[in-house]
């Protein structure tokens, strides 16, 4: 589904990313982690488009499509969505307004026409209480005065509501206490299926009891110097980075 | 006027008189051809320059004073002016530092003025108060050799022609203003400095160097002109009150920038502010503006107006080249019964021209201070940007702080941010400062100093140490 | 003949039967405005607004009040009020409403008013709004005939809200109008007021307003106007206020429509604890002009104003901020905060803003901000990572930026009117009208 080759990434001239591959296949979950300044938010703020980052090198394809060739709102469209560490508050624009017009874009894309009102109504209710998110917060703007888990939970209803085929996850897991992040590891394992996969981007393992990857890297340096199953977070957990950089380096 | 009907009138005008008075060093009070033909003579000048002040001057007489600023003051008689005096003969100065005004001894003191120095400010007549000679000689030396020209505006209307006539009244133009065009016909002090292609000044250039004239003009004119890629930082004033007995003061400033040049222009003015109840000061009517002509340029205009009885000046940019950059840095203090009607205009007319303006605001006693700008965003200043922070304080209950910005703006792609604040110092910093044990003054002066900061910090070094003990003195006396 | 002379030939044909006062007021209004004329931009209050297209044209009085039933009908707020109905400056019998009134409150057309209750309604009009404050007021002065005089008694709540639509309509000869609204709320009274100006496509008619409103200690009044005249309509108005102690107004001003509208709006605070909330909005497009000029003058220690001015300027329209906050000697202990924030949709179009602040009391609380930009670029980026197109993202947050102002609307029927208004105006792909109405469906359900 996602394949990253030989990608090369940098800001303001700083190199980023060295080199990093990554295939995700459907079905499949991810995760990725590494020290602080790795290059793990990096990675996916650059399969989103975000500006600032400049692609020296490498390719990343979508499903065969080339990533890098997309505007930003394609790749959402085409099922790309990347859940924020930081979601950005947006005053005025209201969730309901955002929800909306996102699906009705996707749809477009897709050659459907606009969803019907009940519909939609339906699905966005049902959605915000698997999250446990008052309906009230639909009327609200976007993450506008939210806290740190409202708003994470916020960005897991947005992947409810737009079912992507890939959902990347930038630290879902910051600024989150216990209740919250089962909340929101429940969202997330809801979204598991044969045809979807996600890509978790986060520093600590307690994250990975909740929501179990199937592939775990290690991102240091601006590479994945090391992969492996579940079973890799915990040695990480237990001894740190540091054996991993000295085996790759060895 | 074609140049014959200038010989005429200039013909014409030696008939009546004034001719035979040419020896003499002062002219009557009063503005006529006559004297602006007199002037000129004295000075020197060529043709071209006298017919450059008669157009002034003719503009001038249609003009009327200005009447928007926030500003009292009784209708000026121009015509009791006298309008050129050479500087006093020593003999008419005071003849030793027991003859002069003691206050102002005991500013000098407070400042921390070197003794030596404090005659030469307070006029008296005593030859190489300091070492003035050396100075400016190992410093024309210096300048010479970079090539930088910096000499009198009458000294460069002689010597200098082509350069003068070129830049001269294309950045402020006769006519622009009331004082402006009184000064343009009457001029007859100032300073020129012209920094050749890619060269920056080897020093900081100051009118507290240029010792040749001890008494500050009436009518300055000052012309700063930057070639490509050229940089000079300049300064005006001292920041010792000035013993001075002119009332009125409308000088121009006009700076030119081309391409990569930058000019920093720091003013600190602290001319007499009039005693108590206003009486006796100096009404400071000053038109300063920068063209930023070339593509990159940067002009910087940082000022501490601390003195004059009335203030009205606002230094500004015309940002025509691409990606230039206009800076206005202020701190104004009134005090006693201080007028002050200050501010800037960043003129945005280049693609990506950026403008910052960070004005401070102090007022206590019974003075009235207002800042008032103009931000224009012109049609093609795309991508124009101004940020504008425009801070107020008032010490005690009898005095007034205003804020008069103006917007006007006509591109999409422009960002244009104001923020102004006014405010009192807050008890609970007095409290904190007095609770340490500092008393009450100073802790003003330290709380006000910290509200300047931003500016401070873009004086030239020896200058922003003097600003502040100049601050101090001036808010002396302004709590309890 | 000048300008204002040949305005004022209009006034002498049908006044015979004006009460001695009022022929007194008249007079003191026409010679006032004779005197100073039509406004030029020469004038520092009329520096960026040209009225030339007021001065140079040619206004009629009308005389009947027929309106068509299908418009009125589209262009009245779908509302529960007691409702006054003016044509062109006519009181509309039939199309008014006032059965319900609650005692305690008197709404009366000032044509009524004039001639029946001189005393009450003499003393009162004018107070605030003198022929000095500017030549459209003393213009007002010297025609005013109709109008709405509104008094509350003390402690008196108004149930519904008192709604004055005033309709302008398209015909050959533009006409002229000169409403005078007064407002007297006695103590500790509650009323919501609407000033809505609307009418036909097509109407270039000249309305001249002027709106006094005196709150009295504990008064609450929500004032909203409603400019949504044609885009060829003409408009100036002017509302003054007087505040009592503890008394709250809260202004919401709301400009969609007219060519040429200019609002003044002054609040005097004079006593303690009186606070005024001034909510503005304006959303112009094509050749619209609008000027908002705002003064909140601080007489008394611890009073309060809070202003927020918002401005959406399209193709080649021109909109003006002028916003005064003045802090008289000895107001001590007051706050005022103001703000103006701007976006330009268009490179044609031209703000011009000015936030003023002039302060005499040391022991104050002031700040004035005002922005001109562009949309927030992480916001965009935003919306488009889920998949939303960048001008769709764009026309959201255009809508959001009104929605600051919008948010403080207590009346549901006018915030719906305005979000649907504004997004309506923007580019018809957007669709962002679909939107709101799920919105609102979603929450009403």
């Known amino acids: 589904m996602l394949e990253v080759k030989d990608l090369h990434v940098t800001i303001e001239d700083k190199a980023i990313l060295k080199g990093l591959d990554l295939t995700v296949n459907a079905g499949e979950v991810h995760a990725i982690m590494g020290p602080n300044g790795a290059g793990k938010s990096t990675l996916s703020a650059v399969i989103a488009g975000k500006d600032g980052y400049e692609v020296t090198q490498g390719t990343i394809l979508f499903e065969g499509q080339d990533v890098l060739e997309m505007e930003i709102e394609e790749r959402a469209r085409a099922g790309l969505l990347l859940g924020f560490q930081y979601p950005i508050e947006i005053p005025g624009v209201k969730n309901i307004y955002l929800l909306k017009a996102a699906l009705n874009a996707q749809r477009a894309a897709r050659g459907e026409g606009e969803i019907p009102a009940p519909e939609f109504m339906k699905l966005v209710r049902e959605k915000s209480a698997e999250m446990k998110m008052d309906p009230s917060f639909l009327q609200r703007a976007v993450n506008e005065g939210f806290s740190g888990g409202e708003k994470k939970r916020n960005e897991i209803l947005q992947m409810l509501v737009l079912q992507p085929k890939l959902a990347m996850l930038d630290e879902i897991d910051s600024g989150l206490d216990i209740d919250a992040m089962k909340v929101v590891a429940d969202g997330v394992n809801s979204l598991r299926s044969a045809d979807r996969a996600i890509l978790m981007v986060t520093h600590y393992q307690r994250l990975l009891n909740h929501i179990v990857p199937d592939r775990v890297h290690v991102l240091v340096d601006g590479r994945i110097v090391k992969s492996g199953d579940k079973d890799l977070a915990l040695e990480l957990e237990a001894r740190g980075y540091e054996w991993v950089l000295e085996e790759s380096v060895a | 006027m074609a140049s014959e009907e200038m010989e005429q009138l200039v013909r014409r005008e030696y008939k009546q008189g004034f001719v035979t008075d040419i020896e003499s060093d002062t002219v009557p009070p009063g503005l006529d051809e006559s004297t602006i033909a007199f002037i000129s003579q004295k000075k020197g000048e060529p043709e071209w320059m006298l017919e450059w002040r008669l157009e002034a001057y003719y503009q001038w007489l249609k003009m009327t004073t200005p009447s928007w600023a926030h500003l009292e003051y009784p209708p000026i008689d121009y015509q009791a002016i006298s309008y050129f005096s050479a500087p006093k003969k020593p003999e008419d100065r005071p003849q030793s530092l027991d003859e002069v005004d003691p206050k102002l001894l005991e500013t000098y003191e407070k400042l921390g003025i070197p003794l030596h120095e404090r005659a030469a400010l307070a006029g008296v007549a005593v030859d190489a108060v300091f070492d003035s000679v050396s100075v400016t000689t190992t410093f024309k030396e210096k300048l010479h050799e970079a090539g930088v020209i910096f000499c009198s505006i009458s000294e460069a209307i002689r010597e200098y022609p082509e350069l003068v006539r070129q830049y001269l009244g294309t950045v402020v133009p006769q006519a622009d203003n009331y004082f402006a065009a009184l000064n343009s016909a009457v001029f007859t002090d100032g300073s020129f400095v012209y920094v050749p292609e890619g060269v920056k000044c080897p020093m900081e250039l100051s009118t507290y160097f240029r010792i040749n004239a001890a008494n500050t003009g009436q009518f300055e004119r000052t012309l700063i002109v930057c070639d490509k890629r050229a940089q000079v930082s300049y300064l005006e004033g001292c920041t010792a009150p000035q013993r001075d007995e002119n009332q009125l003061h409308a000088a121009v400033v006009e700076l030119v920038a081309l391409e990569d040049a930058y000019i920093k222009y720091s003013t600190v003015q602290n001319w007499y502010p009039g005693d108590e109840n206003g009486k006796g000061g100096i009404y400071n009517f000053v038109t300063k503006r920068g063209d930023c002509r070339g593509d990159r340029s940067r002009i910087s205009w940082t000022q501490v107006e601390t003195g004059s009885a009335i203030t009205w000046k606002y230094p500004s940019c015309m940002l025509r080249g691409k990606e230039s950059v206009g800076e206005f840095y202020s701190v104004a203090v009134t005090n006693g019964r201080q007028q002050a009607d200050t501010g800037t205009k960043m003129i945005h007319i280049g693609e990506n021209t950026r403008s910052t303006i960070v004005a401070k605001g102090i007022a206590a006693g019974r003075s009235d201070q207002a800042y008032r700008g103009l931000v224009k965003i012109g049609p093609r200043a795309k991508g124009a940007r101004n940020y504008t922070q425009c801070d107020s304080l008032l010490i005690g209950d009898q005095c007034g702080a205003h804020t008069f910005p103006y917007q006007e703006i006509g591109n999409s792609t422009a960002t244009v941010e104001h923020e102004a604040t006014t405010s009192k110092i807050a008890d609970d910093q007095l409290f904190y400062c007095r609770a340490r044990g500092i008393d009450e003054e100073d802790a003003v002066s330290m709380i006000v100093n910290g509200f300047c900061k931003d500016v401070f910090q873009e004086l030239p070094m020896e200058f922003a140490v003097e600003a502040e003990a100049l601050l101090n003195v001036t808010l002396e006396g302004s709590v309890g | ?445």
């Open chain 3, 1 to 445: 003949m000048s300008a204002a002379e040949r305005f004022l030939q209009r006034l002498t044909a049908r006044r015979a039967d004006d009460p001695s006062w009022v022929a007194a007021r008249r007079q003191a209004g026409a010679a006032r405005f004779e005197a100073m004329g039509f406004p030029t931009r020469r004038d520092e209050h009329w520096k960026y607004t040209d009225v030339r297209r007021i001065a140079e044209g040619d206004f009629a009085l009308a005389s009947d009040v027929a309106f068509d039933a299908a418009s009125f009908d589209a262009l009245r707020l779908e509302i529960d009020a007691h409702r006054l109905v003016f044509v062109d400056g006519q009181f509309s019998a039939t199309l008014s409403d006032l059965d319900a009134l609650p005692t305690g409150v008197s709404v009366e057309p000032l044509s009524q008013a004039m001639v029946a209750n001189h005393e009450a309604v003499g003393g009162s009009l004018g107070r605030l709004a003198g022929v000095d404050f500017s030549p459209f007021t003393a213009l007002n002065t010297a025609f005013a005939d109709e109008g709405a005089i509104i008094r509350l008694s003390a402690g008196t709540v108004v149930d519904k809200p008192i709604y004055l639509l005033m309709l302008s309509r398209a015909g050959s000869q533009p006409v002229m109008s000169h409403p005078r609204v007064l407002v007297e709320a006695g103590a500790r009274t509650e009323a919501t007021i609407i000033e809505h100006y609307a009418g036909e496509p097509e109407a270039a008619n000249f309305t001249n307003v002027v709106t006094e409103v005196m709150l009295d200690r504990g008064a609450i009044i929500d004032h909203y106007k409603l400019q949504e005249a044609a885009l060829t309509d003409l408009h100036v108005a002017s509302i003054h206020v007087d505040q009592g102690r503890d008394s709250h107004f809260n202004s919401y001003n709301m400009n969609l429509g007219g060519a040429l509208v200019r609002t003044d709006l002054v609040t005097d605070l004079n006593a303690e604890g009186a606070e005024a909330a001034y909510n503005g909005l304006f959303f112009v497009q094509g050749r619209q002009h609008v000027d908002n000029h705002t003064l909140v003058n601080h007489n008394a220690p611890r009073t309060f104003s809070n202003e927020n001015y918002k401005g959406v300027l399209d193709d080649r329209s021109r909109g003006v901020f002028n916003g005064k906050v003045f802090v008289k000697k000895d107001a001590q202990q007051i706050e005022a905060y103001q703000n103006n924030a701007n976006l330009l949709l268009s490179d044609r179009a031209e703000i011009d803003t000015k936030p003023e602040l002039v302060i005499y009391a040391d022991d104050v609380k002031c700040s004035h901000g005002a922005t001109t930009g562009q949309l927030d670029e992480d916001a965009v980026y935003a919306l488009r990572s889920r998949g939303i197109d960048e001008p769709m993202a764009r026309a959201l947050l255009t809508l959001a930026f009104v929605g600051e102002v919008m948010d403080k609307v207590r009346l549901n029927v006018i915030a719906e009117r305005v979000e649907r208004a504004v997004a309506g105006r923007l580019p018809e792909r957007f669709n962002l009208a679909d939107l709101v109405e799920t919105a609102e469906a979603i929450q009403e359900a």
